[in-house]
């Protein structure tokens, strides 16, 4: 399975979360259990990422490539299609959703991957706008991101948000209105055409019998109805369904229950003020239920929590009366926990300890580690008494409910020719991903290996890596730091 992809930036490195939490919703629908779900959208997102930065103009200039088409979320969205599609054809298929099965082997998919004249029209549509105006619509449209949350991700005014988006609501209507009679299309649909855009204009107009017939029949005319149309809030569900195909309603609706969690969590203008972050509980779901009864789902399914994140977990499909995350939602304008000292194994009670003994370190570092494969040498790591010639920062970057994302930037006072830095967790957190390093874990002991690119460091220099991880109760700051063995002290 690979890793996630290195961010570029702080800025990238904070909406990775973001992405992943998408990817992450519309994988779990997409298999039959957590932990195929989490590979699949790490495969995914992999994937996804390296097509976006291979079309950046950027990091491809003089390639001749394209800037990607579709706004960052979508294109994500739609690797875990591709990455789907692939483990049915390499003989993975038995981990994936069975109804997903049948629509991968079906010519609906085809669709997707067919002539571009063929394809869903909303696909068409958002891939004909240019990159801002297409996130605009699908943050706001899709993800039902708050406007004032949009307007500041893509850094527009938020006093004129809403009227940009109305704007780009009418170009998205008339690049679909362009592809609709683009389309081939026999003499009947043809005949619809005009009458269909007249209709789909009107907020009140009411539709002819004979051209509703006809748009209960015709799928391509039925889908170019949805896009026109403006009013009646069915402009989601087209673009949903149009970029995404299988599972694109319950994705949406799931999209819209993580925005009633956020909000519901209180604080709007807590939300406003904090950095953008994912903030939800990624709700398990009966699929077949849900797909079947996408427009009228039950909310009530919906409030099922998963932890896709948790390695112990069944790959077992939550029952809708059980809560696999009772954690409530994490107030995003609150104090995120700094790092803070703990005592090492060797140090002795303190009155503040409340007379409780010494923390021993439960699983000593693997020594020699060298890839993400968890390898643990039988014997303890050796611990010096010397002073300490490296100093941690442990940074909480984000968190939500049943996740969180943190860095580590360790500042050596020798040349390093290779490093490995360890460290223990108080509340169970599992590391799931890392980038800047490969890991492993043994209980609450991780372990995180340079990478090939930048195991060497000079005298008074820094390294830095970053992960993901699970957590659930508390996420107390990670603790009892050590770089090749030696003890850090931690700012």
Not at 37 to 54: I, P, S, V
Not at 264 to 285: F, W
Not at 399 to 421: H, I, K, M, N, Y
Not at 465 to 477: D, E, I, R, V, Y
Request: hydrophobic residues 35%; aromatic residues 6%.
């Amino acid at each position: 399975m690979p890793d996630l992809p290195t961010p570029h930036d702080a800025t990238e490195a904070v909406r990775f979360s973001e992405y992943w939490d998408a990817v992450l919703s519309y994988a779990d629908l997409c298999t039959a259990g957590s932990a195929a779900a989490t590979q699949l959208a790490t495969e995914a997102f992999a994937l996804g990422m390296r097509e976006a930065r291979a079309a950046d103009p950027a990091a491809a200039r003089g390639t001749g490539r394209r800037p990607p088409q579709l706004p960052l979320i979508p294109l994500l969205l739609t690797a875990v299609r591709t990455t789907a599609a692939a483990w049915e054809a390499g003989g993975q298929g038995h981990r994936l959703d069975p109804d997903l099965r049948l629509w991968l082997n079906s010519e609906k998919a085809d669709r997707y991957t067919g002539p571009p004249l063929q394809r869903p029209l909303a696909l068409r549509g958002l891939r004909d706008m240019q990159e801002a105006d297409a996130d605009l619509l699908w943050l706001a449209e899709v993800e039902a991101l708050p406007l004032s949350v949009v307007a500041r991700r893509l850094g527009l005014d938020p006093t004129n948000v809403a009227e940009e988006l109305n704007q780009v609501r009418g170009l998205f209507r008339d690049r679909s209105h362009r592809n609709h009679l683009d389309t081939p299309m026999d003499a009947q649909c043809r005949s619809y055409a005009r009458l269909l855009d007249a209709v789909t204009r009107s907020s009140a107009g009411d539709t002819p019998g004979d051209l509703s017939r006809h748009l209960a029949t015709c799928v391509q005319c039925a889908e170019a109805a949805a896009c026109l149309r403006l009013h009646g809030g069915g402009l989601p569900g087209a673009l949903a369904g149009g970029v995404i195909g299988w599972g694109g309603l319950a994705y949406l609706e799931r999209r819209r229950r993580a925005a009633e969690v956020r909000l519901g969590a209180g604080r709007p203008a807590a939300l406003d003020a904090a950095p953008p972050h994912p903030g939800t509980a990624k709700a398990r779901v009966v699929r077949n239920g849900l797909l079947v009864t996408a427009v009228l789902v039950s909310l009530l399914a919906l409030g099922v929590s998963m932890m896709p994140m948790d390695g112990g977990m069944s790959d077992g499909a939550v029952s809708p009366g059980e809560s696999a995350d009772s954690q409530p939602v994490a107030d995003p304008g609150s104090v995120l926990p700094s790092a803070t000292t703990r005592p090492s194994p060797s140090s002795s009670p303190t009155p503040s300890d409340s007379g409780s003994p010494g923390r021993q370190n439960p699983d000593p570092e693997p020594q020699g580690t060298t890839s993400s494969a968890a390898r643990d040498d039988d014997k303890p790591a050796p611990r010096t008494t010397d002073p300490a010639t490296c100093e941690v920062k442990y940074d909480l970057v984000n968190q939500w409910p049943d996740g969180f994302q943190a860095t580590v930037t360790v500042t050596t006072d020798e040349a390093l020719d290779s490093w490995r830095v360890a460290w223990s967790f108080d509340d169970g957190q599992k590391v799931s991903q890392m980038w800047d390093a490969s890991f492993s874990q043994k209980g609450s002991r991780v372990t995180a290996t340079a990478a090939e690119y930048n195991k060497s460091v000079g005298a008074g220099g820094t390294l830095a890596f970053g992960f993901l991880a699970s957590w659930q109760g508390t996420n107390s700051p990670a603790y009892d730091f050590t770089l090749n063995g030696r003890s850090c002290t931690v700012k």
